[in-house]
């Protein structure tokens, strides 16, 4: 006997993803989920980020790897509420993690939360987090072709973040080529880049970022409706 | 490993499903994963043989992947067209003012029950 089953294997985690955005929309609170390859400088341009959105915006940080406290050790020095989420081997965060964690960096009047997942950009690309966007970030390191070999992530990421453009002079990267190729993933797409060892960029990045929390806050007191977000 | 975890979530969504045929087997099962969910299949099929055998319910089920193509709907044109070489536009009308409406998922479409009208 054929039995009709249609069920997501995504089912679980997009129900709680789903709860965790009601009540963040509920609060006007602004959610981002920072993705990249390892060492595509995801901890480093946070570390720029939280040091200049000190004193303006009221954040908290959590953040995902397999293994050890390193990155949230980086980042909670410059006096935002930080967490470590440790997955012993998933190579993604879910909702769920991050309903479990949230207690200890939340705070009554947040206004931006940020997420830096795993190092990798496959899986996280299909989890939602209850995030606002998904940021890609993309390094002058890695190659031009790296948007048409993982289309998941650039077609659902809002913004690309292209770091470390300090290093294209040293590098055959060709930066018009890399965004060429953003482009055909997905047409709309913001790209800033950025190096956070020279600050190029960053002054446009956290311009775009206390926008895009001014904007969510605007849309509330004005009484339109939240962006339904696809994941 | 991606597919390791997809495999166990579809193998607690047969088993669920199972439940409502307790003296049943779950001869088949069939999942549909969409191109854009970045799942090597035959990586997924090989982990789904490996976990099977911890569930009794799907120890003995056999699985079949469909692969769903992504399929975008022009806002432009309201034509629907297949995606082509990852290129994110309407083939139609050339527009990049698209939305994907196919490819995303991973589904447990189906399963087949053998029901065994001799066992209690």
Redesign the interface.
């Known amino acids: 006997?054929?039995?009709?089953?249609?069920?997501?294997?995504?089912e679980?985690n997009n129900e709680m993803a789903s709860q965790l955005r009601n009540v963040w929309n509920d609060r006007n609170l602004t959610v981002l989920n920072f993705i990249s390859s390892p060492g595509a400088g995801k901890t480093t341009l946070l570390e720029r980020t939280l040091q200049r959105l000190s004193g303006k915006l009221k954040a908290a940080v959590l953040v995902g790897d397999l293994q050890t406290e390193n990155d949230a050790r980086r980042l909670e020095v410059y006096g935002f509420p930080t967490k470590q989420i440790v997955t012993s081997g998933?190579?993604h965060l879910e909702a769920h993690m991050i309903e479990k964690h949230l207690q200890f960096v939340d705070r009554v009047d947040l206004d931006l939360l940020i997420i830096e997942n795993v190092g990798n950009l496959?899986?996280p690309?299909?989890y939602d987090l209850g995030e606002d966007a998904k940021i890609v970030l993309l390094s002058t390191a890695e190659g031009e072709d790296k948007p048409?070999k993982?289309?998941?992530i650039f077609?659902r990421a809002e913004v690309t973040l292209l770091t470390k453009v300090d290093l294209v002079p040293h590098t055959d990267f060709q930066v018009e080529l890399a965004k060429q190729n953003i482009y055909?993933?997905?047409?709309?797409m913001s790209v800033i880049e950025v190096s956070s060892r020279t600050g190029f960029g960053l002054d446009e990045w956290v311009k775009w970022l206390e926008d895009r929390v001014q904007s969510k806050k605007s849309r509330s007191t004005s009484g339109l409706p939240l962006p339904i977000r696809r994941s | 490993m991606h597919e390791l975890s997809i495999a166990n979530q579809i193998l607690v969504i047969v088993c669920t499903e199972a439940k409502a045929f307790p003296t049943a087997d779950v001869s088949s099962a069939t999942v549909t994963v969409g191109r854009l969910m970045a799942v090597e299949v035959d990586n997924l099929l090989f982990c789904l043989n490996v976990l099977k055998t911890n569930y009794p319910e799907t120890a003995n089920t056999h699985f079949a992947i469909l692969e769903e193509e992504v399929n975008l709907f022009c806002e432009d044109c309201g034509q629907t067209t297949l995606m082509q070489n990852w290129h994110f536009f309407c083939t139609a009308c050339t527009s990049s003012s698209v939305k994907t409406v196919s490819g995303e998922g991973i589904i447990v479409t189906s399963m087949e029950v053998d029901l065994d009208e001799n066992r209690c």
């Open positions: 006997m054929k039995i009709d089953v249609k069920k997501s294997v995504m679980a998933t190579c496959v899986c690309s299909s048409l993982y289309p998941g077609r055909t993933i997905k047409p709309n």
